[in-house]
């Protein structure tokens, strides 16, 4: 059109008055001319990956063999992978792995209603905040029994962890007891001073004879806000990775057999489970750079 004569002055009409008359840059018309003329094909954008979608599907595939945990999400996997040396992104670990139905199954997240609880319930430094709650699972012989557990709020360590038949308020202080032999070194008066427990208003954790031990040892009582298990969010997450991982897909015999089964879980958690909260660092790997911290300073 540019080119095209006018009747009046017979002169090209030229590029700058037809773009302004079709509103229309005079950049996107040269653009695209020079686009016409090249002969190139455009490539794909960005850096050559070492790997086919194939071959990363492939090790995708031996990751989440080699695991011993179940049903880990994409990220996990892409931190992984990371750590045999295989670098690629997150989207593409994604991609590749909706494509081969490698996701677990996700769960639709819930409708949030007003939350009360506006804060943090995950501490600075170590031993500084435990949470501690329990859950049921069920064993052939004895039927359904009963496992205490405690974590630490800023590492996400398992601290203790203890089956037994009857719950009682004497048997809820075991991971406790064992967490401080763990950690602070031993078991007597005062020893847990500057360290604070968090657990639920269940009837063990309220208990005198729970209360008195737990002041015995210096560890201050903090409650979570009642009907508000957000609070206590960090050992009902352990929870969920124990029944996942464990009580889930394994049968017991007795409570015996689940308690050596619960060790060996809390020792392959904290040396194994990447944490996504802690740059996917293990719990233990966290502590450690925490003590490593503190002795430089």
């Given at each position: 059109?540019?080119?095209?004569?006018?009747?009046?002055?017979?002169?090209?009409?030229?590029?700058?008055?037809?773009?302004?008359?079709?509103?229309?840059?005079?950049?996107?018309?040269?653009?695209?001319?020079?686009?016409?003329?090249?002969?190139?094909?455009?490539?794909?954008?960005?850096?050559?990956?070492?790997?086919?979608?194939?071959?990363?599907?492939?090790?995708?595939?031996?990751?989440?063999?080699?695991?011993?945990?179940?049903?880990?999400?994409?990220?996990?996997?892409?931190?992984?992978?990371?750590?045999?040396?295989?670098?690629?992104?997150?989207r593409r670990v994604l991609r590749l792995?909706?494509?081969?139905?490698?996701?677990?199954?996700?769960?639709?997240?819930?409708?949030?209603?007003?939350?009360?609880?506006?804060?943090?319930?995950?501490?600075?430094?170590?031993?500084?905040?435990?949470?501690?709650?329990?859950?049921?699972?069920?064993?052939?012989?004895?039927?359904?029994?009963?496992?205490?557990?405690?974590?630490?709020?800023?590492?996400?360590?398992?601290?203790?962890?203890?089956?037994?038949?009857?719950?009682?308020?004497?048997?809820?202080?075991?991971?406790?007891?064992?967490?401080?032999?763990?950690?602070?070194?031993?078991?007597?008066?005062?020893?847990?001073?500057?360290?604070?427990?968090?657990?639920?208003?269940?009837?063990?954790?309220?208990?005198?004879?729970?209360?008195?031990?737990?002041?015995?040892?210096?560890?201050?009582?903090?409650?979570?806000?009642?009907?508000?298990?957000?609070?206590?969010?960090?050992?009902?997450?352990?929870?969920?990775?124990?029944?996942?991982?464990?009580?889930?897909?394994?049968?017991?015999?007795?409570?015996?057999?689940?308690?050596?089964?619960?060790?060996?879980?809390?020792?392959?958690?904290?040396?194994g489970w990447l944490i996504q909260r802690?740059?996917?660092?293990?719990p233990w790997q966290t502590r450690q750079?925490?003590?490593?911290?503190?002795?430089?300073?």
């Open positions: 059109m540019s080119r095209t004569l006018s009747a009046s002055t017979n002169k090209p009409y030229g590029v700058a008055r037809v773009a302004r008359v079709w509103d229309v840059a005079r950049s996107s018309f040269y653009a695209a001319r020079s686009r016409a003329a090249s002969a190139v094909v455009p490539l794909k954008r960005g850096p050559k990956t070492d790997f086919t979608d194939e071959q990363l599907t492939d090790h995708i595939r031996t990751v989440i063999q080699k695991s011993p945990f179940f049903g880990e999400g994409h990220r996990k996997i892409w931190a992984r992978l990371r750590l045999a040396g295989i670098r690629t992104s997150k792995m909706r494509a081969a139905e490698l996701l677990g199954p996700a769960r639709r997240p819930a409708v949030v209603n007003s939350n009360p609880h506006a804060g943090t319930i995950i501490s600075e430094q170590p031993n500084q905040l435990w949470g501690t709650d329990a859950t049921a699972a069920v064993t052939m012989a004895e039927g359904q029994v009963t496992i205490f557990a405690a974590i630490d709020h800023c590492t996400a360590e398992c601290v203790g962890i203890h089956a037994v038949k009857r719950a009682t308020r004497f048997e809820a202080l075991e991971p406790i007891r064992q967490g401080l032999r763990d950690h602070f070194g031993a078991f007597h008066a005062g020893i847990g001073a500057g360290l604070r427990l968090r657990h639920d208003h269940g009837s063990q954790y309220m208990s005198d004879d729970f209360q008195k031990e737990l002041r015995f040892v210096g560890i201050e009582s903090s409650p979570a806000f009642v009907r508000q298990p957000e609070g206590n969010g960090c050992i009902e997450r352990f929870f969920r990775t124990l029944k996942e991982q464990l009580l889930w897909i394994r049968h017991f015999d007795d409570v015996e057999q689940l308690q050596t089964a619960l060790l060996q879980f809390k020792d392959d958690y904290n040396r802690l740059n996917f660092r293990t750079d925490f003590l490593a911290q503190r002795a430089a300073a």
